[in-house]
């Protein structure tokens, strides 16, 4: 069993960054596959990046292509997302995952731990 905690959430305004963090707990996080989503009000969840253990690769949904970075710590057993140049139509909750199969994947419903969100806002 892995408990994920996300942070580093907050207010920003347009062009400006953040990086969330995702903890992990019970389990370490080095063989499994890591990604971000995030949800907007009306709005389905959308997968942002993955980063997979299995075969060491990583992928970008094009609307944060050149923006996002995904990250992981393996010896603080976190999971780091890296925002820059953020706009308004990245506010959202931002939920990190995480697969013991190593494979990383854009669909939800691989990914058997969940964080419980941190809020990112971007206004001005």
């Known amino acids: 069993q892995v408990q994920l905690v996300e942070s580093g959430g907050g207010w920003v305004q347009p062009g400006g960054s953040l990086r969330l963090s995702c903890a992990a707990a019970?389990?370490?996080?080095?063989?499994?596959?890591v990604a971000w989503f995030r949800q907007a009000p009306g709005k389905e969840r959308e997968a942002l990046s993955y980063?997979?253990?299995?075969?060491?690769?990583?992928w970008y949904a094009e609307s944060v292509k050149g923006r996002f970075t995904i990250s992981r710590d393996n010896a603080k057993n976190t999971v780091f997302l890296q925002m820059n140049s953020l706009k308004p139509e990245d506010t959202a909750v931002y939920f990190c995952?995480?697969?013991?199969?190593?494979?990383?994947?854009?669909?939800?419903?691989?990914?058997?731990?969940w964080g419980q969100g941190t809020q990112v806002t971007v206004s001005s």
């Open positions: 980063d997979s253990a299995r075969d060491i690769s990583t």
């Open positions: 019970g389990s370490t996080l080095a063989h499994y596959a």
């Open positions: 995952a995480a697969d013991p199969s190593g494979w990383g994947s854009h669909w939800a419903e691989r990914y058997d731990y």
